[in-house]
């Protein structure tokens, strides 16, 4: 069970801007973490889409932006297109947990 | 090119053990903190474990905390993940990961192994 809460689903028509929540607390993203950002393809590993809240590592297209704000964060997709359908997860650490790598619900994208 | 492939997949009888290998290429493997996540079919992504640059320190999720062990062999550019005492709930396809090191994010990802837990 995750300690970090993503809608299941979101979808826009391309072109349009959709936006992914990522809801934490005071022991992860409310304590200052950082929040890291993944893209999954169908039947493929997970990509890096945005690191430390807002960064996007080099080829990632700058249609995708990550913020941070209190407990929670967001990813950010404008000018959706066909091939961003996917699965989208946010990470960040968690002070309350061993280890402590955690990862959110995961959020299916659907270009309608 | 930067690469990482894991291999040691496959069916084990929930008690049983298996170990993980993940290769890694095309960049100075002791220069970065190492992981392990994990995926049921149909779930989400779920970190496994964590091992530093040298091998030094390591870490765990609740879930594997003493039945699964990561090492790595930076001679060989090789990273472990033991797994001892499998129950189904341990199946998954299992990835590699590099991450820099001090953050828990990673930047380069293997193609993952499937272990499958069952009678």
């Known amino acids: 069970q995750s300690v970090l809460t993503q809608p299941p689903s979101v979808s826009g028509a391309p072109g349009q801007r959709v936006t992914i929540s990522c809801t934490g607390s005071?022991?992860?993203?409310?304590?200052?973490?950082?929040v890291h950002w993944y893209q999954q393809l169908p039947g493929t590993a997970p990509k890096l889409l945005i690191y430390?809240?807002?960064n996007r590592p080099s080829g990632v297209p700058d249609r995708f932006s990550g913020s941070k704000s209190g407990t929670s964060a967001s990813l950010a997709i404008t000018g959706l297109q066909a091939e961003d359908e996917a699965d989208y997860y946010c990470?960040?650490?968690?002070?309350?947990?061993?280890?402590?790598?955690?990862f959110g619900t995961g959020t299916k994208v659907t270009v309608l | 090119e930067v690469q990482l492939v894991e291999s040691g997949g496959g069916l084990v009888q929930p008690g049983g053990s298996l170990r993980l290998s993940c290769a890694a290429s095309?960049?100075?493997?002791?220069?970065?903190?190492m992981h392990w996540v994990r995926q049921a079919p149909g779930k989400g992504l779920v970190w496994v474990s964590r091992?530093?640059?040298?091998?030094?320190?390591?870490s765990y999720a609740d879930s594997v905390k003493g039945r699964f062990t990561i090492s790595r062999d930076n001679a060989k550019n090789t990273l472990y993940l033991q797994m001892n005492s499998l129950r189904a709930e341990d199946t998954a396809v299992y990835y590699c990961?590099?991450?820099?090191?001090?953050?828990?994010?990673?930047?380069?990802w293997g193609k993952g192994t499937t272990v499958t837990v069952s009678s």
């Open positions: 990961a590099r991450g820099p090191v001090g953050y828990y994010y990673m930047d380069v």
């Open positions: 095309g960049f100075t493997f002791s220069s970065y903190w």
């Open positions: 091992i530093n640059s040298d091998g030094s320190s390591t």
């Open positions: 005071s022991s992860n993203i409310g304590a200052g973490y950082d």
């Open positions: 430390g809240n807002s």
């Open positions: 990470q960040s650490y968690d002070s309350s947990l061993s280890g402590s790598g955690v």
